[in-house]
């Protein structure tokens, strides 16, 4: 593991992930008003909520608990800030994002409207999980 891992978190660093959180909740909405399919925990968790009749934050905050209990039997050490930023609130966020999205456009109504929000989400998730290491700010990134 490298040095920058063990670093505590400056308020440049913190602005930095809340940024990266923020821009992958964008992407993880945009995933979902394309129809086309997310990642599986995102998956899982919205058709939890949409089965149990929750928010997708409270169903998200829930699935993250559970995670965060076997985290911290198997990997206490990997256990940061980061992790109960993105636990806590990524699922808010992106409720925040999603509803006012789906309000404005509604359901897309053909395969090639929803190829663009699969590609805006693409586009997007990538900038959010790339956004701490680029190289305007290289002392950001967490990575090995």
């Known amino acids: 593991m490298n040095g920058t891992a063990l670093r505590k978190p400056t308020a440049r660093r ?6 990266g ?10 995933f979902k008003q394309s129809h086309l399919g997310n990642d599986s ?19 998200n905050l829930c699935t993250n608990i559970l995670f965060f209990l076997l985290e911290f039997w198997f990997g206490r050490k990997y256990i940061g800030l980061g992790t109960f930023v993105n ?22 109504p053909s395969l090639a409207v929803q190829l663009a929000w699969v590609i805006s989400a693409v586009l997007v998730t990538a900038l959010g999980a790339g956004w701490p290491c680029g190289p ?7 990575l090995p």
Request: charged share 10%; glycine share 10%; hydrophobic share 60%.
């Open 14 to 19: 913190v602005v930095g992930m809340v940024a």
């Open 87 to 108: 636990g806590i609130c990524i699922g808010y966020i992106v409720t925040a994002f999603y509803d006012p999205i789906h309000a404005h456009f509604g359901d897309a």
């Open 41 to 59: 925990i995102s998956a899982l968790n919205m058709r939890l909520a949409e089965l149990l009749g929750i928010s997708l934050g409270t169903q």
């Open 21 to 30: 959180i923020v821009i992958i909740a964008l992407g993880i909405a945009l």
């Open 136 to 142: 305007w700010h290289l002392d950001l990134c967490v």
